[in-house]
T-cell receptor, first 119, second 114 residues
Framework: GAGVSQTPSNKVTEKGKYVELRCDPI?????LYWYRQSLGQGPEFLIY????????DSGLPNDRFFAVRPEGSVSTLKIQRTERGDSAVYLC?????????????????FGPGTRLTVL | DAKTTQPNSMESNEEEPVHLPCNHS???????IHWYRQLPSQGPEYVIH???SNVNNRMASLAIAEDRKSSTLILHRATLRDAAVYYC???????????????FGKGTKLSVIP
């Protein structure tokens, strides 16, 4: 079946511009996560959605970052007034459920990521 | 949060077994040990997880020390496709955020030599 897809695969923008990154999770997955990965580092958690609501947005670095998931499926990560330090690969993951004892139900499936470059 | 320590890099010959170590000396009783791997230019993918007992699946085996302060991911026959960064991650099912948030370190970069 189809996995997690992310668009665009690459985005180049100028400092100060606004960008939107899209994530299409696996159909039927209620939990959705955004992570950010800088060069040479492991992914860092940004935000977790359970259904339409953001259950935990503690990883968002500042108020320039915002994410939505209005119908409990597709999610959009929005970054305002981009800075060069925002350059990274933004990864989206989904799982059938969220919290709880690890099982195939909350195993996270990742998309290929969006590489954001801020010039 | 309980942390993990892994070697930065390892090498293996193709078709040889690979043992990837992970130290987690401050692990708590409710921490599950997870392994994910990230192939070049891809997102991470789940490999295996366990709590106390050794685990096997189609991808790998996970050997957990009796005191749970360390674990080893075992690839029985490395292939070129196994070249990736391998992450050892602890998930605390009793901690709200810890039960769903994956906290990645830098992982071990595995190179497979043909």
């Amino acid at each position: 079946g189809a996995g997690v897809s992310q668009t665009p695969s690459n985005k180049v923008t100028e400092k100060g511009k606004y960008v939107e990154l899209r994530c299409d999770p696996i159909s039927g997955h209620t939990a959705l996560y955004w992570y950010r990965q800088s060069l040479g580092q492991g992914p860092e958690f940004l935000i977790y959605f359970q259904g339409t609501g953001a259950a935990d947005d503690s990883g968002l670095p500042n108020d320039r970052f915002f994410a939505v998931r209005p119908e409990g499926s597709v999610s959009t990560l929005k970054i305002q007034r981009t800075e060069r330090g925002d350059s990274a690969v933004y990864l989206c993951a989904s799982s059938l459920t969220g919290q709880g004892t690890p099982s195939t139900h909350n195993e996270q499936f990742f998309g290929p990521g969006t590489r954001l470059t801020v010039l | 949060d309980a942390k993990t320590t892994q070697p930065n890099s390892m090498e293996s010959n193709e078709e040889e077994p690979v043992h990837l170590p992970c130290n987690h000396s401050t692990i708590s009783g409710t921490d599950y040990i997870h392994w994910y791997r990230q192939l070049p230019s891809q997102g991470p993918e789940y490999v295996i997880h366990g709590l106390t007992s050794n685990v096997n699946n189609r991808m790998a085996s996970l050997a957990i020390a009796e005191d749970r302060k360390s674990s080893t991911l075992i690839l029985h026959r490395a292939t070129l496709r196994d070249a990736a960064v391998y992450y050892c991650i602890l998930r605390d099912v009793d901690s709200g955020a810890g039960s769903y948030q994956l906290t990645f370190g830098k992982g071990t970069k595995l190179s497979v030599i043909p």
